[in-house]
């Protein structure tokens, strides 16, 4: 099974911030990379499909990077409402979730 | 609107069933695949369960031999049947619909609100 690992686990930026959510595969898994958004008691968000593609939507400071086994979120000028926490996703083989990023704003 | 709504969670004893279903509404149902996808509380989120539109089906280990995916595309319908529960099954149970019309995708681009289960005696 391809495991995938996020870090840091949890963050605390200010409002403006740029902000790097690192996810990294045990496997490459090329582009099949997903990045959801989930706030609490509320069901997840995509925000990212295939490493970098934008879903429809989504504000344009949200982009994805990377291929293989490293991947990051980035988050270009951090709002309030982006509070939350962030998965990233595999589908090369099977479909798995990384453990989480908690962002907190200061 | 593209909308998702589970029902069927409760409270079931350890060993016990219980049929989970996901109306579909706002788009073309038959034309997707679906999956379950479960998340403990306070824990993360944990895919469970795929059929595909001709019905093709997969399963995570943790649920594989106790967990059955089915669909019913006339209803617009998606169905859990979870067997002999256990305690780590316990958590809210979303329906998610793949990414790709026609097509594998790979990723959830939509979700319903969720259903708890809780397994305990």
């Known amino acids: 099974d391809i495991q995938m690992t996020q870090s840091p686990s949890s963050l605390s930026a200010s409002v403006g911030d740029r902000v790097t959510i690192t996810c990294r595969a045990s496997q490459s898994i090329s582009s099949y990379l997903n990045w959801y958004q989930q706030k609490p008691g509320k069901a997840p968000k995509l925000l990212i499909y295939?490493?970098?593609g934008l879903q429809s939507g989504v504000p344009s400071r949200f982009s994805g990077s990377g291929s293989g086994t490293d991947f990051t979120l980035t988050i270009s000028s951090l709002q309030p409402e982006d509070f939350g926490t962030y998965y990233c996703?595999?589908?090369?083989?099977?479909?798995?979730f990384g453990g989480g990023t908690k962002v907190e704003i200061k | 609107e593209v909308q998702l709504v589970e029902s069927g969670g409760g409270l079931v004893q350890p060993g016990g069933s219980l049929r989970l279903s996901c109306a579909a509404s706002g788009f073309t149902f038959s034309s997707y695949s679906m999956n379950w996808v479960r998340q403990a509380p306070g824990k993360g989120l944990e895919w469970v369960s795929y059929?595909?539109?001709?019905?093709?089906?997969h399963y995570a280990d943790s649920v594989k031999g106790r967990f059955t995916i089915s669909r019913d595309n006339a209803k617009s319908s998606l169905y859990l049947q979870m067997n002999s529960l256990r305690p780590e099954d316990t958590a809210v149970y979303y329906c998610?619909?793949?990414?790709?019309?026609?097509?594998?995708?790979?990723?959830?681009?939509?979700w319903g609100q969720g259903t708890l289960v809780t397994v305990s005696s």
């Open positions: 059929i595909s539109g001709t019905d093709t089906m």
């Open positions: 998610a619909r793949d990414g790709g019309r026609m097509a594998y995708a790979g990723w959830f681009d939509t």
């Open positions: 295939g490493a970098s």
């Open positions: 996703q595999q589908s090369y083989s099977s479909l798995t």
